[in-house]
């Protein structure tokens, strides 16, 4: 069965931190790697997605990919109060459906 | 741009019933997706839909019934509503490129009593 991992968190940090989000997943065909964030009673909202090893930045929000390891990671820079929410990761898992992880809880303190 | 709606937004119904959760997406997108969302299960797929008229099981399709008659809409039926149904319903859509990304709609909130 293909699963996506994530620690549930909650991670702390504070305003003006660099938060670290990390996901690891046991299909190693998976191809491409994508970022949710889930505001409490909300539904998740893409932020970005990467497709190849290495780094991928968008603003404050780098994606890290490493396929030999089957780890993807968020880092998100000068982290912010409103950046407080749930992150899902998933991954593509065949005929165009993506396998989520249960998410990472994120609270940014001011 | 209304993008993807989702309705009715909340619905609360009675054990046995037969309940409709509607999906619409103005985008034209091929794939069409429908999740449940529970504390502690995170997304789970039900069903989702390549094209029109063509539809497949996700991970938990039991109870659940879906069709796509048109490419705009993805109707889910609960066709007799258990408790253990009560959950948060997102319908998502994708794209037909190769990226696989997919956005979803505000969600449906059931109770089931």
């Known amino acids: 069965q293909k699963e996506v991992e994530q620690n549930s968190g909650p991670l702390s940090v504070p305003e003006g931190a660099i938060a670290s989000l990390n996901c690891t997943y046991s299909d190693r065909g998976s191809q491409s790697f994508f970022w949710y964030r889930q505001y409490s009673g909300k539904s998740p909202e893409l932020i970005m997605f990467?497709?190849?090893?290495g780094d991928k930045e968008d603003g404050r929000f780098t994606a890290q990919l490493n396929k030999a390891s089957q780890y993807v990671s968020l880092l998100i820079r000068d982290s912010q109060p409103s950046d407080s929410a749930t992150y899902l990761c998933?991954?593509?898992?065949?005929?165009?459906?993506?396998?989520f992880g249960k998410g990472t809880m994120l609270l940014v303190s001011p | 741009d209304a993008g993807i709606t989702q309705s009715p937004r909340y619905k609360i119904t009675e054990t046995g019933r037969q309940v409709t959760l509607m999906c619409h997406q103005t985008?034209?997108?091929?794939?069409m997706f429908w999740y449940r969302q529970d504390l502690g299960h995170g997304l789970r797929l039900i069903y989702y839909?390549?094209?029109?008229?063509?539809?497949d099981k996700g991970e938990v399709p039991d109870g659940y019934v879906v069709s796509r008659s048109k490419t705009e809409n993805f109707p889910l039926t609960l066709e007799s509503a258990t408790r253990s149904q009560t959950s948060v319903y997102f319908c998502?859509?994708?794209?037909?490129?190769?990226?696989?990304?997919?956005?979803f709609g505000p969600g449906t909130r059931l109770t089931v009593t």
């Open positions: 998933a991954a593509h898992s065949g005929y165009s459906t993506l396998t």
């Open positions: 985008w034209s997108h091929s794939y």
């Open positions: 998502a859509s994708s794209g037909s490129g190769a990226s696989y990304e997919q956005y």
């Open positions: 990467i497709y190849s090893n």
């Open positions: 839909s390549a094209a029109a008229d063509i539809t």
